[in-house]
């Protein structure tokens, strides 16, 4: 017995429609909860704007790759010192390299001009993002074919290591002591 050959009940569709619409909690009970975070939010004059510019000033992106080449430097001199070996080291800096060299030129791309509208800076965005990835891959690849005695986990711990330290670059400004701080 296929489904169209079961036994249908006289049920109206709407009826069971309508039936489930109000056994459904009413929207307006559940934004009343938001209505205390609403007065909660208050939007800022140009003043406070701008005094909070000053607390939190924006982080330079040339300092966020300073800080990715100098811990992916310090992880191949690592790499160097606990294993006294060349190829490992080599192996980091290629690492280094493949994530400084496409975020330098992303920070180059994206902080040359300014964007006045924001759907262009987005688009922006993306296009250094797009030339990031395919130019970290180009790398790779070539470090792949080039290096004969690579090592891979060295060159991925050592990516991994300069990926992460934005989050270092952000608390040695002490953006995030300073956010918590304001609250």
Same mark, same amino acid.
């Given at each position: 017995m296929g489904f169209a050959d079961r036994p249908q009940a006289n049920v109206n569709p709407k009826e069971t429609r309508a039936g489930r619409l109000d056994a459904q909690p009413d929207w307006d009970d559940a934004s009343q909860g938001d209505a205390a975070d609403e007065v909660a939010f208050k939007a800022l004059t140009r003043?406070?704007?701008?005094?909070?510019?000053?607390?939190?000033?924006?982080?330079?992106?040339?300092?966020? /790759?300073?800080?990715?080449?100098?811990?992916? /430097?310090?992880?191949?001199?690592?790499?160097?010192?606990?294993?006294?070996?060349?190829?490992?080291?080599?192996?980091?800096?290629?690492?280094?390299?493949? /994530?400084?060299?496409?975020?330098?030129?992303?920070?180059w791309g994206t902080s040359r001009r300014p964007v006045g509208h924001a759907g262009a800076a987005l688009l922006s965005l993306m296009f250094w993002e797009l030339i990031k990835i395919v130019l970290v891959i180009a790398i790779l690849v070539a470090v792949a074919m080039r290096a004969s005695d690579l090592s891979w986990p060295a060159l991925l711990l050592t990516m991994v290591v300069s990926l992460k330290v934005n989050w270092l670059a952000l608390l040695m400004q002490g953006r995030i002591k300073k956010i918590s701080d304001g609250n």
């Open positions: 003043e406070e704007a701008q005094a909070l510019r000053a607390r939190i000033p924006p982080l330079s992106p040339w300092r966020v /790759v300073a800080a990715q080449a100098a811990a992916g /430097v310090f992880c191949a001199a690592l790499w160097w010192l606990f294993t006294q070996e060349g190829s490992k080291a080599w192996s980091a800096l290629y690492g280094v390299i493949a /994530v400084v060299v496409p975020n330098a030129l992303m920070a």
